[in-house]
């Protein structure tokens, strides 16, 4: 059976291209959605091959205004992208021959679909990482209000999950602001290298027309051009550099929706998810579930393997391009989507939450998780820590046999671990005291809270 639409390529063949063959290496299902960035590359493409007397300048404006109208007719949803089409670039091409006929044929002059493919992904990175960044925005502001709102809230920090010390709920939401901020600083790095425009190196080696690719690339809004063509069109680090920037921007969302369902448990206790953003049991009928940070955390997952697939689809390609490359779209629009919608619904999620300091304050006033304040406060006596370290580790056995939370142990069996002690341990041993006495740069202290929050805000501009 022959194809009923015309390939771009298939003048060479005697026989038609097998129909189960197409369908398999068929494209459009995917890279469909790049129409918009595929039209304006097109344009951008077509214009300058009538301003540099290439094609005729009628010809060109013919093949602009053709474009715009497919373009509508996509939006629209008048035309059908069509798998016997191969590529969304064939849709495209096809669909303008039907328009204004033969001269739809000068459009690809000078251009081969691997520079073309390759300019439409860079467009399409432009824009996620600018709603990327829109979105890595708005998360930074909530996590300020959240720093400011719960400044002198105190609340356990952990290490190994196990009680370590008092501290300033603010400073918890502070350090996911630092690691979002690296997040949209690591974006904004690599938007400088998705700045390059890749169109005119044709299929890998450039072209005998003399195409003015500094216009074509000042038409897209490139900053930069590609300097080697075979380059230009075989690499996809960029994208790979976009999937990792998505990847780290998932890991920091999965491990704070670790802490927000483990802290919205019974057992913890000390986080609130409101109702709008949590999920019931269809048999139990006292759940309520954190499902939205659950499905961030296990998206997660599908992002590294985005990541994953496309460092092996390319680790062994011969230069140049390789149809292998094609695979590049289902991981690129996955992880794009899926980051973009994450930081989103996380951020609203993140806003939906409430500490419950009530609880928290009293859990950190009689815990273990003040022992370092008393090998602290047996420096300052100028007892060597690791000697204060030890004391305090028999001092620590002691209540935890004897049922006594360290505060309430009595200033003579103190003195019994060491003469050192006078009634000032009492004052050292609250979790407000253990916070303010911090004395160190970038601390969990209430001052350091409070310097963090406006150096935060005073970034957010
Ligand atoms: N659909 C192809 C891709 O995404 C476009 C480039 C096709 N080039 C080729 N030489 N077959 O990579």
Redesign the pocket.
């Known amino acids: 059976m022959s194809n009923k639409k015309e390939l771009l390529w298939a003048s060479r063949f005697n026989e038609p291209f097998d129909r189960d063959a197409l369908k398999f290496s068929s494209?459009v299902h995917v890279?469909g959605k790049l129409f918009r960035e595929d039209i304006r590359g097109s344009i951008a493409h077509a214009t300058m091959l009538g301003e540099e007397g290439i094609i005729g300048e009628e010809e060109a404006r013919a093949i602009c205004t053709g474009l715009k109208e497919i373009e509508r007719e996509l939006e629209e949803g008048s035309l059908v992208p069509h798998w016997e089409d191969e590529?969304i670039?064939t849709v495209i091409e096809n669909r303008l021959k039907e328009k204004i006929g033969a001269v739809a044929g000068k459009l690809h002059s000078g251009r081969?679909?691997?520079d073309?493919?390759a300019t439409d992904t860079r467009l399409y990175m432009r824009e996620r990482i600018d709603e990327l960044q829109v979105a890595l925005n708005d998360l930074l502001e909530t996590l300020v209000e959240k720093a400011e709102t719960y400044k002198d809230s105190i609340i356990f920090g952990y290490t190994h999950l196990q009680r370590a010390q008092p501290i300033s709920a603010g400073h918890y939401y502070l350090a996911y602001f630092n690691m979002f901020d690296r997040d949209t600083d690591r974006l904004l790095d690599l938007s400088m290298r998705v700045d390059v425009s890749p169109l005119g190196a044709a299929?890998f080696s450039g072209s005998t027309l003399p195409l003015n690719v500094e216009r074509t690339a000042e038409l897209l809004g490139f900053t930069e051009i590609f300097s080697n063509s075979i380059d230009a069109v075989s690499d996809r680090d960029i994208l790979i550099e976009f999937i990792s920037c998505c990847s780290i921007i998932m890991m920091h969302l999965s491990r704070f929706s670790e802490d927000i369902i483990l802290w919205s448990s019974y057992e913890f206790g000390y986080l609130e998810i409101s109702d709008a953003f949590s999920t019931g049991s269809s048999i139990m009928p006292q759940k309520k579930n954190a499902d939205i940070a659950e499905l961030i955390r296990g998206k997660t997952g599908r992002v590294y393997g985005d990541l994953m697939a496309m460092l092996t689809i390319m680790k062994g390609l011969p230069l140049s391009?390789n149809?292998d490359?094609?695979e590049?779209?289902p991981p690129l629009f996955d992880s794009a989507e899926t980051a973009i919608s994450c930081v989103t619904l996380f951020n609203r999620m993140l806003q939906h939450t409430r500490l419950k300091e009530e609880r928290l304050g009293e859990l950190t006033k009689k815990d273990l998780s003040l022992a370092t304040e008393i090998a602290e406060y047996l420096v300052r006596k100028d007892v060597p820590f690791r000697d204060a370290h030890r004391i305090t580790g028999k001092i620590v056995s002691w209540s935890i046999e004897n049922r006594t939370p360290l505060p309430d142990i009595p200033l003579k069996r103190f003195r019994e671990f060491s003469e050192v002690f006078d009634e000032g341990i009492f004052a050292a041993l609250t979790p407000e005291a253990s916070i303010t006495s911090k004395k160190s740069h970038g601390s969990c202290s209430f001052e350091s809270v409070e310097r963090q929050i406006r150096e935060a805000r005073e970034l957010l501009g």
Do not use: T
Request: aromatic residues 6%.
């Open positions: 494209s890279d590529d670039h081969s679909r691997n073309q493919v299929a391009y149809r490359m094609q590049d779209k």
